[in-house]
Structure formats: C-alpha cells, structure tokens
C-alpha cells in the first residue's frame, strides 16, 4: 500500500511488515525519512531534525538550514554539496558533472509497469502491489529523473529503479546512474556479501561496516564468479533466527556495484545499480535511460527471514513461463559422463539406462556442432556435426522412450577457429588496433548488434524449429576483455557493456518467446551469472561446476541467502568424496539431476540412484514450495550441517544433516525451526513422536545420526 500525505509531504510505501518513508522537503529536496519494520505513523520528519551540520558541509543557498551532506538523500547527486557517494552523476555540454535534482511531482497506481528491455519483477494482477512514481528534475540540464518504487502486498519487497530523461536542448552523459540508495541513520550493521570464484561460488563473507567506503563489484562484463549482486547489512547482533537484516540485489546480469559508505557522522549510505566504471552513457534530447531493477527487503527475523522472503518473492514474482509452476524434470547431462567424447549411440545409451532408473530427461552438452571435439573450435557454427551426430535418430529414439532432450548452447561466443569468425572477423567483441585477449580458447561475440544477434538466433532457430528439444542449457565461458563494438562510435564507447547486456536479455527474450514450452537453464561456468536477471529468462541457473557434495554445501547455502531451492541447478556426480546417499541428499536442495555415465554405476549404486528417484518426487512440492531454514550452517560449524525444509501450512517437515567432519563422542541435538509448536509429529523413518515445541525448544537427539565423514541423514516429519 503507498499513501501521500498531503499535510506532511510524505510518501509511505507499506509491505505486509515494513515500512518506507519519503519526505518532500522545501526546496524541493525527496528525502528517505525511514526504512525498516512497519510503522503505524503518519508523521516521520521528527526522524530527520538534523539536516545542517559545520560550515564544511556546503548548505542549500535559499535555505541555510538544509546540507545535502548530512541529510538522508533518496537519490543523491553528484556536486552539489553532499560529498558521500553519490547515486546520479550527469555530465553536461559545459564540462561540469554537478547534478541537483528537486521534486516536479508524483503519482500513485495499482499494478507494476514493466521495465522495456530489461529483467524485472513482476505481478498478475494489479491488487498484487502499489507503484509509485517521484518525478525529479534539474532545473539547469533538465535532465528529469523518474524514481520507480513499487510496494509488494505478498511479501516485504520494495522494488525500485529509476528513468532519466534528457528535458533539456543539450546533450548530457550520464557517468553513474545507480537504480537506488538507502540512507540509515547508525552503522552498527555487518555487511554480508557472497564473493567466489569458478568452483567455488557464492561464499558468504560477514565484516562489520567501517567508516569509509565498503563494498563489491564486477568489472567482467557478466555479474561473475567473484561477486554475487547482492549485499545484507545485518544489525551487529543479527543472526540466523532474528534481528534486523537489510537485502539488496540487483536484477541484472552485466557490471555492478554494490557500496556501502560510513560517513563522519555514522549514518550508512547503501547505493546499487550498473557500475561506473567503464561505463557512461550520451543522452540527446528527448533520450532516455532506464536503469536495472533493484530489489529491496528488510526482515526482522534475521536472515533466515530475509532469505524466506526473497525466496518467495522470486518464485512468484520473478521465475515466468509454463516452467514457473510446472514440474521440473529430472535430467542426467553428458558432460561429466563424457565431455566431448559422445556420439549418437553413446547418448542412447545414456538414455536407455538413464529410463531404467526413472530419469525424465537426456541433455546433451558441449561438442555437438560445427566440429566440435574440444574446447577449440565451432562456437559460433551452431549447425549440427553430422560426422558424429545424427540428431534427428538421437531426438527420435530419446523421446520414443518416453524422455525429453535438452541441448547446449553458448550463444554469446565466437571461436578464432569457426565459419562465423572467418566470415565475420569484426563481430568478436574488440577494440581497433588491438588483438583480443583469448580466454578458454574463445572471444566473446558481439550481441550488442542487432545484425549479430539475428544471425545467431537464426541459427539456433534452425536447431531448434527442426527438431522437437525440451530443453537448453546456455553458458558463458569467458568474461569479456577489450569491450569494444564496430558499430559504436568513440563517444558512446562506454555504452557498450550494458548494450552487450541487453543484447544477452533480447536473445533470451526472443528464445523463450518463440519457444515458450523450452525449459531454459542459464549456466556460466557453473554459477558465474546466478543473478535475478537471468531469473528472469530461465527457471533454473547451473549453481556451480563443483559437484562435490562437501563443497556443494558452503556453495549452497550462500546461494539460498537469496535464491530459491526451485532455482538452483543440483546434480549428482561420479565424484568419489562421499557415498551416493549424501550426493543425492544435497542433490535435492535444488533442481536435481545426474552428472555421470549412468553405465558405470554399480548395482548398488544403482539401486540408490532408483530411491532418490522416487524421493525426488516424493518431496518435489515441500522443496520446492515449502520455506528453507538454514538449522547449521557450514560457515558456524566445521563438523555438522543441517537445513530444513516446511510446508506452507507447517504439517510436513524435511530434515537433512551432513556430517562434514567425525566429532567423537560430541552429543549432538538439532534444534528445528519453523514448525507448529502445539503440533505433534511423527518421524516418518523411526516412528517416533514429538510435539514441534519438543523439536524446536529441546531438539531432536541426533547424536547417532551420520557420524562419520561424509554421511548424511534425513528425517520426513508429518504433523498428525
Ligand atoms: C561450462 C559448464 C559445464 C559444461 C561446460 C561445457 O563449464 O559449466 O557444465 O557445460 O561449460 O563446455
């Protein structure tokens, strides 16, 4: 719900448990006057009685009493007196880069626009959420800026993003246009970010705020490996179970920043959006930019809370399409089985024993075009190596058992060694005069232009109109180095990595269009582009190229700090650290699949492999549908970790531990969460019975449970 107050000039945004504030200040000046637990009030401006400081602090020329430098900025301009970091700096015709922006107007309405071009949440009915509009403008440029907020009713999520406009008869150069800021008033917050590298993505890092500016970015022209696009500021006492937690993430998939600056005074500046380094963006009169989506909780109940909400908020509001509700199916993937090395008997040979366990889908991964046998050649030739392919039997006979087939593309690359490059040796993203560095023996292709980005479509239509496949798995193996394009002139060079961005959205865009019923899954690297904006494009992201159950944990759990289980790409794999019991375990926290060739699999093995079928199904709804609470986490303790998962109506509970590391002798009880308290349950595997205050308050004696190195457990609780 948003309401104006015409009596205060305040702006109050409401979710079902939080409250944010805007106050219209004389002179013009949208200040953020409160964000955090719901508030009845109508009246915040006691909140902000201090708005001028010592005389280093410049003040508003026609009001001495207000300093942009010490009052709580909503959208804070660059050299105008408020020396923090700054979320708008625009430079103009005249060479200066200061940037005032005061309030015109605003305007209020049910429902979510759509941003054009770009990821964004979204509702399906307009009763679903409140949008509001704050139309700001610099009286010298005119550059008009358009704040987006929008009041989710389901869940405690602000999203907010901002449209600039060049108003005025000069052109002008946006040199940083972040999507939001957040002022608050005190530091006494940690800062948690999730940064990581090829196999070892997203692992969460906690370091209490400083003065001075914090935070993280990507450079790499896809959100990347190093740093997840998003940040939680937890109050110094926060936990996992409670306390105040803010959580940004941005909806976007190309270069960002994430910073956090601690002022002289203690307050905490938070802004987000497209980085600016490397980027600046020309605007003619009339032009508009639209940046990338932000979006926005603050949970109370710690950051299990504020995963919960996310978590709910994606599935509902951001995952789209026939896959959103539709169950996913279990897939085995070639590339682990046998990498380059297949052909079309090999793959049905997969799938004949892949049917026999209950597996639902065969993806073929790397090394199916051009003439593909490592990592050399071909991308960019996506036509079918009929040397070693006959793809239409392989499609046939896979579907004619019953299973569906997915394919692999990697549609933003171009080989030096393929057809595409030799024809085309100006559509590899590059720079006059210098040869592109190569990286996994590829350069990037240059989806900013539209004559590029309609032949690699039309090539993957070829595919993909001619044979009847279920399912793509697209990656992005390399960052991308000399970001240049033919096409751009020198005066909007800087334009180019978010262009080359919204080329990747257009091309997923148009897939997923044109092929509606395709399940699309997003990989780079395993998880080097697990954000919300490919969310957007695909209902699954491949987590990670580690298949290892032990490392998968660390890489898990920092992935649910925002991300659904219903979207995270889990496989088992050949990989000999644990058992298959624990493989498939941790497996299913996730979309749950095979990574192996399935004709080296013992009877043993795969006698498990036909069990963790069927749990597969049995606990699809609670997984996916149910609420994650993160009971031990791999970060608190070296020994154990457990997690769980709860139905919405909390009368059926799934409990799984691992044992990372024997401890002798250690008792070992698992306090719950998230269960009914008055309720009794029954352990479906011993038969025993407890009431969920039992299992919360007391916990369940798990002493004898997975004792030793890489064993794991799981406890199915039902509620009478
Ligand atoms: C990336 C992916 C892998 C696999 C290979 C193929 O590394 O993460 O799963 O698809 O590419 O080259």
Redesign the pocket.
């Known amino acids: 719900m948003i309401t104006y107050s015409e009596k205060n000039r305040t702006i109050k945004l409401d979710t079902p448990g939080t409250s944010y504030v805007l106050g219209i200040r004389e002179g013009g000046f949208l200040l953020n006057l409160y964000y955090g637990r719901r508030l009845p009030d109508d009246n915040l401006w006691p909140l902000a009685k201090r708005l001028n400081s010592a005389s280093f602090s410049p003040c508003d020329p026609d009001d001495t009493s207000f300093s942009a430098d010490v009052a709580p900025m909503e959208y804070p301009t660059n050299g105008r007196g408020d020396f923090r970091v700054s979320a708008l700096a625009v430079r103009g015709k005249d060479g200066n880069s200061v940037t005032d922006l005061r309030y015109v107007s605003h305007r209020i309405f049910a429902g979510k626009p759509d941003l054009p071009g770009l990821p964004h949440l979204y509702v399906t009915d307009d009763s679903q959420c409140d949008t509001l509009e704050v139309t700001l403008r610099d009286p010298y440029t005119g550059l008009e800026a358009v704040l987006v907020y929008t009041a989710f009713c389901d869940c405690d999520v602000i999203a907010k993003h901002v449209r600039l406009t060049n108003r005025g008869g000069k052109e002008v150069k946006l040199e940083r246009a972040f999507s939001s800021c957040v002022d608050l008033p005190c530091m006494d917050y940690d800062l948690i970010t999730l940064w990581g590298r090829h196999v070892k993505e997203r692992q969460l890092e906690r370091r209490p705020l400083a003065h001075g500016l914090q935070g993280i970015q990507s450079k790499r022209g896809s959100s990347s490996h190093s740093h997840n696009p998003f940040a939680a500021l937890a109050h110094s006492g926060a936990t996992e179970t409670a306390g105040d937690v803010y959580g940004f993430n941005l909806v976007y998939s190309g270069n960002f920043a994430i910073t956090a600056e601690v002022d002289h005074d203690a307050t905490t500046r938070v802004i987000m959006g497209i980085a600016p380094t490397d980027f600046c963006w020309l605007l003619a009169p009339g032009e508009s930019f639209v940046t990338p989506e932000a979006v926005h909780v603050f949970s109370a109940e710690g950051l299990g809370g504020m995963s919960r909400t996310f978590h709910r908020c994606y599935d509902e509001h951001l995952i789209r399409g026939r896959w959103k509700k539709e169950k996913r199916p279990l897939l085995i993937?070639s590339?682990e089985a046998a990498y380059f090395d297949f052909d079309t008997d090999k793959l049905i040979s997969f799938a004949e024993r892949a049917k026999e366990l209950g597996i639902e889908m065969l993806v073929m991964?790397?090394g199916w075009f051009g003439k593909r046998n490592d990592?050399t050649n071909s991308l960019g030739d996506w036509f079918i190596n009929e040397k070693k392919l006959d793809l239409g039997r392989l499609v046939d006979t896979v579907h004619a058992m019953g299973l569906k087939f997915g394919i692999?593309y990697?549609p933003e690359m171009i080989s030096p060694d393929s057809e595409l490059f030799r024809a085309h040796p100006d559509w590899c993203v590059h720079v006059p005069g210098r040869t592109p560095s190569i990286a996994r023996q590829q350069y990037v292709l240059d989806v900013s232009r539209a004559d590029v980005r309609e032949n690699v479509f039309s090539q993957m239509r070829d595919v993909l109109g001619r044979y009847p496949i279920d399912y793509v798995?697209w990656?992005f193996?390399r960052n991308i180095s000399e970001a240049g394009s033919a096409l751009l002139p020198p005066e909007r060079s800087g334009e180019f990595f978010h262009r080359f961005v919204l080329g990747t959205y257009e091309l997923q865009d148009r897939l997923t269009r044109e092929f509606p019923d395709l399940l699309l899954e997003n990989?780079?690297?395993?998880g080097g582009r697990f954000d919300p904006g490919m969310l957007y494009y695909s209902p699954q992201i491949?987590t990670s190229?580690n298949t290892d159950p032990i490392e998968r944990l660390n890489i898990q759990f920092g992935t649910s700090l925002c991300y659904p289980a219903s979207v995270m790409g889990a496989h088992v794999s050949a990989c000999s650290r644990t058992g298959y019991r624990t493989k498939g375990d941790v497996a299913l926290w996730g979309t749950f699949g095979y990574e192996l060739d399935p004709n080296k699999l013992s009877d043993d093995e795969r006698e498990i492999v036909k069990e963790q079928v069927g749990e597969y199904h049995k606990y699809y709804s609670l997984i996916h549908e149910g609420s994650l609470y993160r009971l031990i986490s791999p970060w608190d303790n070296a020994f154990v970790c457990a997690w769980s998962f709860v139905s919405e109506d909390r009368r059926d509970a799934l409990v799984t531990v691992v044992r990372i590391r024997e401890q002798d002798n250690t008792l070992f009880r698992l306090k719950l969460q998230g269960l009914d308290a008055d309720a009794i349950y029954t352990v479906e595997e011993t038969g025993e019975r407890f009431s969920g205050a039992l299992l919360m308050f007391a916990g369940l004696e798990m002493t004898d449970c997975a004792r030793h190195d890489g064993e794991s457990c799981k406890l199915h609780l039902i509620a009478e």
């Open positions: 993937n590339w991964d790397d990592d692999w990697e798995k990656d193996n990989c780079s690297g395993g491949w190229d």
